[in-house]
Each structure stands twice: as structure tokens, then as C-alpha cells.
């Protein structure tokens, strides 16, 4: 299993990690998520040896990890490293042979994998001449490639259309199944609760909660009644006993078939019959009921 232990790491005055520990168990996916500058790309760095710590340890499988631990993980760094002028195939069987693979193995590999990721049209191009999306795609198959013992990826979604997203996830889940513990930051969190089985929150270089999405559920969030109310007056809602964390309204349409006004609220009720009671007097009541929070509520409460 892959441990971190109290890293810290300041630059000059800013303290960038104030003590962050995470675990990742074999086979599990872990998604790291914070506000910008929160220290995710800082850990990940510091994990990967790219940057020192001021303290703290990294361990794989109980060992200290060195340089050459490090060759069987891969990485795919927030400032990605391709060569521009190469292509594709030629690149991401190179970083394969760098990664200690025979020539026979590395090109299958990467036939594989560009295959997989979409990329089969593109095997000989030059690197520059695709598209951001699509040189993301390499630089994946580039960190996938040696079939790596630990994966470590800064934003590997960030910038791919859905197709790619689904190709992503799948090859992430299937390195999962086969035993690779897999670390990924994203602020995209409806995609880290779908795929990952813990999430980390990490804040101004802290761990400020750690779990599963469902343990982070019970521990963190409050209780909130989703309120959908139709052809009430304006203003009804700001009379709800309790705090409106969110709220959508339309004013009457033009049109024949939508001519009332629609209010749909979010509440941590202080009182959930007071608000059913005021909901029923001002207007039809077209849903009422306790709603399961999402990561990214989760996120806003940790994170406020
Ligand atoms: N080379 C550097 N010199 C000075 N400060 C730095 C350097 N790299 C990072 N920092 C600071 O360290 C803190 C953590 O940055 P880091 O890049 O790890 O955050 P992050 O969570 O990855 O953010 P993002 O989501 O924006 O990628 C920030 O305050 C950042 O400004």
C-alpha cells in the first residue's frame, strides 16, 4: 500500500503542506480534491520525488520509496513533459522502453493503449500537431504504459470530452481490479464520487476529511429537504424556517402550457413540518423530501 505521513513543504513564507497523510490500499482508487492551491499537486510531486520535503515520508509497501521504486510508477505531472516534435506511437513506446520494457512489449503496449484511448488515427502524428485534448490522451498512455505498480495522476480528466472521459475511467478501473492503488486529483466531483471508493479533501495543506463518499455523508452533511412549489407568490420561500443552501426560480412563461411560477428550494430546515406547512399554504407542492447530498455539497461544507 502506498502511505504518505505528514508531509510538510513551504516556499519562502507560504506554507504549502501543513502535515498531509493519506493511504491508498492496493486496488484502490483515490480521488484528491481541494480548491486551487489547496496542495494537491505539491503531495503528488513530493510522492513522485520531483520535489523534496521539508518533512514527512513516503512509503510503498512499507519500504522508503527511492529512484528506482519510483520507475514502476506512473505519473502523469500537472506540467506535462512530451516531446513535441515526436510521434505519437514512437513517443509512448519510448517512455515504455524507459520504464524498463523490451521493444516487442513496449510497441504492443502502446498499440494497445492508443487504441484504447482513441488515438489510433493519430499514431503518426507529431505530438504538436493534436489537439490539447488529444495530447492528454498521450501523456495518459504514457504514465500507463509500463503498466505501472502505483498510479499517480495530476487532473487526468481535465480538458477530455465525455469519450474520452469513459475510455479514461475504464482503463483506471480495470488497474484498479488488478491490484494498483490509483491516486487522481480533479475538481471534477461528480466524477470522482462515481469513480472513486475514497476521496480526500484537502485544504490550505491540510486533510480536512477522508473516506468513502458515504462515510464523508454521514460524518459531514446536514440534513436537506429538497421543496418544489408551483404557482406560489414571490418571496415565499424566504419565510422557510431554517438556511437555503440553494435555490432555482421562474418567474411565469408567456406560453399557455407554463404560465405559473415555479420555486424549487434547497433547505436545512430548523424545522421540517413548519416547512411543509408554509410550502402547502403557498402554493402546489410538487415535491418534498429529504435529499441525499452530493461530493461537491460535501466539498462546499468542508471546504467554507
Ligand atoms: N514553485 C512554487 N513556488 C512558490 N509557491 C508555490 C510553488 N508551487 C506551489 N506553490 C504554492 O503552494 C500552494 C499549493 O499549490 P499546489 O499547486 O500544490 O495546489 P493545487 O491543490 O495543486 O492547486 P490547483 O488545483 O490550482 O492545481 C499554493 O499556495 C501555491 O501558490
Known amino acids: ?30 480521488g484528491f480534491v481541494g480548491a486551487n492551491g489547496a496542495g494537491k499537486t505539491t503531495t503528488m510531486r513530493i ?4 520535489l523534496g520535503a521539508d518533512a514527512g515520508r513516503v512509503r510503498w509497501n512499507g519500504a522508503p520509496v527511492g529512484h528506482d521504486t519510483r520507475r514502476r510508477f506512473g505519473y502523469m505531472p500537472e506540467e506535462r513533459g512530451l516531446y513535441a516534435k515526436m510521434r505519437v506511437a514512437e513517443q509512448v513506446e519510448y517512455f515504455g522502453r524507459l520504464g524498463g520494457m523490451a521493444a516487442p ?3 504492443r503496449s502502446a498499440d494497445a493503449l492508443i487504441e484504447r484511448l482513441g488515438l489510433a488515427e493519430r499514431r503518426g502524428d507529431d505530438v504538436d500537431s493534436l489537439s490539447l485534448g488529444n495530447q492528454q490522451r498521450v501523456q495518459l498512455a504514457v504514465a500507463l504504459i509500463h503498466d505501472p505498480e502505483v498510479l499517480v495522476l495530476d487532473e487526468p480528466f481535465s480538458g477530455l470530452d465525455p469519450i474520452a472521459v ?45 473516506g468513502t ?25 424566504d419565510r422557510l424556517p431554517g438556511e437555503i443552501v440553494a435555490r432555482t426560480d421562474r418567474s411565469p412563461l408567456a406560453t399557455a402550457e407554463e404560465h405559473e411560477r415555479y420555486d424549487e428550494v434547497i433547505l436545512v430546515p430548523a424545522d421540517d413540518q413548519e416547512a411543509l406547512r408554509l410550502a402547502t399554504r403557498a402554493g402546489r407542492v410538487q415535491h418534498f423530501g429529504w435529499q441525499e447530498p452530493g461530493l461537491a455539497d460535501i466539498f462546499r461544507e468542508v471546504v467554507a
Open 1 to 30: 500500500m502506498l502511505e504518505v505521513e505528514g508531509l510538510e513543504k513551504r516556499y519562502g513564507d507560504t506554507v504549502a503542506l501543513d502535515g498531509v497523510s493519506l493511504t491508498v490500499r492496493p486496488g484502490e482508487m483515490f
Open 105 to 107: 512489449d513496449a510497441r
Open 166 to 210: 469513459d475510455a479514461l475511467a475504464g482503463v483506471l478501473a480495470e488497474r484498479a481490479a488488478a491490484g494498483v492503488p490509483v491516486v487522481f486529483s480533479s475538481h471534477q466531483l461528480d466524477l470522482v464520487e462515481r469513480l472513486c471508493d475514497s476521496v480526500g479533501i484537502i485544504k490550505a495543506g491540510r486533510m480536512v476529511a477522508v
Open 213 to 237: 463518499v458515504a462515510e464523508l455523508r454521514a460524518r459531514e452533511s446536514r440534513k436537506r429537504l429538497r421543496i418544489v412549489v408551483t404557482g406560489a407568490e414571490a418571496g415565499w420561500a
Open 47 to 50: 510522492v513522485m520525488g520531483v
